[in-house]
């Protein structure tokens, strides 16, 4: 099997730094990427913040945090990636703009790495047809918050090899993380339940059946869920739940996965949730307040 010791992580953002957060405390070397740079240096003091948070919870060492931080370098060019045993892409959830990422790797991995994609509804299958590699080929599906969540999702796409299977598995092991083996359908398991739920709390709130809060209220207190979806909708991120709604959509042809309209109508407000402090709280105000 191929020996993993360097993780490249393609996008910076609040999936991608999760994810160098926990490889880097496993002990492995990171190549942090991101199109901006600037937000490369955000993430890593994000991962910073997070790993004082855990030695503070005494979950691990002020040792652990410092060697962990010092794993962590910025790769501001894809090419700088080249060491990489494994890459895992975490950039926004669209399909064009993942397969660029594969295409545009090609020419900078070594034979024998691994690719991976974070996507949390997307065709693996389709994603490895990008690329030079498909039997190396995989989805790695973490969870958000990726230093908190213990499940992760991994896909096998029509051509990844039991190779790169057992290398991932081996991979995912050793970072303590629980594996859920999913088939490559649309959205795979956790987000097939997940996000038409979500969907359909919000077509509770365009129907007026409840309000913001008794929504939320209704499910915390009813179903003992620890966050309501109109509140777990702003923390994944709006576009996000639209994304997945839109895969679902195109990929199974059923209408019950049609998204809903007054979700359509916030992505197109920009109003995305907690990261542009507007979605169904409004973030600006302590406690947030409901924006309908």
């Known amino acids: 099997m191929t020996d993993i010791r360097t993780v490249g992580v393609v996008g910076a953002g609040q999936m991608g730094n999760g994810i160098a957060h926990v490889c880097a405390l496993a002990g492995y070397d990171v190549l942090l990427n991101d199109a901006d740079a600037a937000r490369i240096d955000a993430a890593v003091e994000t991962i910073r913040g997070n790993l004082n948070r855990q030695v503070h919870r005494n979950i691990i060492t002020q040792a652990e945090s ?3 931080l010092k794993r962590i370098k910025g790769a501001s060019k894809l090419t700088d990636l080249g060491a990489a045993d494994l890459v895992i892409e975490s950039i926004v959830e669209q399909d064009e703009a993942k397969r660029k990422i594969f295409a545009d790797l090609k020419a900078t991995l070594k034979p024998t790495t691994i690719l991976a994609s974070n996507t949390s509804s997307i065709s693996i299958t389709r994603l490895a047809a990008t690329t030079d590699r498909p039997d190396k080929f995989i989805g790695i599906h973490f969870m958000n918050p990726a230093p908190v969540m213990k499940l992760v999702e991994l896909i096998r796409g029509l051509a990844t090899s039991q190779e790169t299977y057992d290398t991932s598995v ?3 092991e050793s970072l303590h993380k629980t594996i859920a083996n999913a088939e490559d359908f649309p959205a795979f398991i956790v987000n097939r339940v997940l996000v038409p739920m979500i969907n359909e709390a919000i077509y509770t709130l365009y129907e007026g059946v409840g309000s913001v809060e008794a929504i939320d209220k209704a499910m915390k ?12 909708a702003d923390f994944i991120g709006l576009d996000t739940c639209l994304s997945i709604m839109q895969v679902l959509y195109d990929g199974l042809a059923d209408s019950k996965y049609r998204p809903c309209p007054l979700l359509v109508k916030y992505v197109e407000a920009g109003w995305l949730g907690r990261k542009t402090q507007r979605g169904f709280y409004d973030y600006r105000t302590d406690p947030p307040t409901p924006t309908r």
């Open 66 to 68: 410092d060697a962990a």
């Open 170 to 172: 081996k991979f995912v």
């Open 221 to 232: 207190l009813g179903a003992n869920h620890p966050m309501g979806p109109l509140e777990l």
